[in-house]
């Protein structure tokens, strides 16, 4: 009896070893496969998507905001580009088509600087409607008399002289001061175009009177002291 029982003892064991352990082991990778494949979900979920690139240069039609306000490039900067003034808020995000090219990073009745994206290239010449573009070299200033010329995007590259500087204009939101007087004709859509002479960046078209057919007056705001404000160098070729 007594070896009987012993025999039992004896095979209850074998069974419990045999039976509960492998299921028990063979559960364990089931969960971690699991998680693995888990883990290999989030990092898919959380990769960013890669950023796009884009090109800047004088002339470049951005769009700023939402719904989006349309504003031309006047010059490119170290850090992004200027543009005339009230061409969206601080913060806005500023696009080239579809793609996100920095955002605004101050702006005012004069003239609004935009910060770019590392992905964007910028480049030192503006755009000429119906011409070749025109590289910027430098800023040296051109005296009162001498010959300036603009690019703008409704009636192209235009020529005329400084009449006077450090004038004042008037706008129903405000004056602008500091800005300089040429007989360089413009009609609407040149405001923010770019005044040069030769390859020197003079200023930012900021309004004026008459027009191409008959002639007319236009102001500039010019560009050293912008850069001097914000601790800046134009982007040259």
């Not at 070896?3 to 492998?22: E, F, H, N, Y």
């Not at 979900?41 to 950023?51: D, G, I, L, Q, Y």
């Not at 080239?96 to 990073?105: F, Q």
């Amino acid at each position: 009896m007594r070896v009987l029982r012993r025999i039992l003892v004896a095979l209850a064991a074998v069974a419990l070893i045999g039976g509960g352990t492998p299921t028990a082991a063979a559960a364990a990778p089931s969960t971690a496969a699991t998680h693995s494949a888990q883990d290999s979900a989030r990092v898919a979920e959380t990769r960013p998507e890669p950023r796009q690139s884009a090109a800047i240069a004088g002339g470049t039609l951005v769009t700023v905001g939402t719904p989006g306000q349309s504003c031309r490039v006047s010059f490119t900067v170290t850090t992004g580009f200027v543009t005339a003034g009230g061409c969206g808020t601080p913060g806005a995000t500023v696009r080239v088509g579809s793609v996100v090219v920095g955002s605004i990073a101050y702006t005012s009745l004069a003239y609004t600087l935009a910060t770019t994206l590392p992905t964007v290239t910028l480049h030192g010449w503006v755009a000429n409607p119906g011409g070749q573009n025109i590289p910027i070299t430098g800023s040296n200033e051109t005296s009162v008399g001498g010959q300036v010329c603009r690019v703008g995007h409704t009636t192209g590259y235009r020529c005329g002289t400084i009449q006077a500087k450090n004038q004042s204009v008037s706008f129903p939101e405000g004056s602008i001061h500091g800005v300089t007087r040429t007989n360089v004709c413009a009609e609407p859509g040149d405001v923010g175009g770019l005044f040069l002479t030769g390859s020197q960046a003079q200023g930012i078209a900021i309004g004026g009177s008459g027009n191409c057919s008959s002639g007319g007056t236009t102001f500039f705001l010019p560009v050293n002291p912008i850069l001097s404000a914000h601790g800046l160098s134009l982007v040259t070729s």
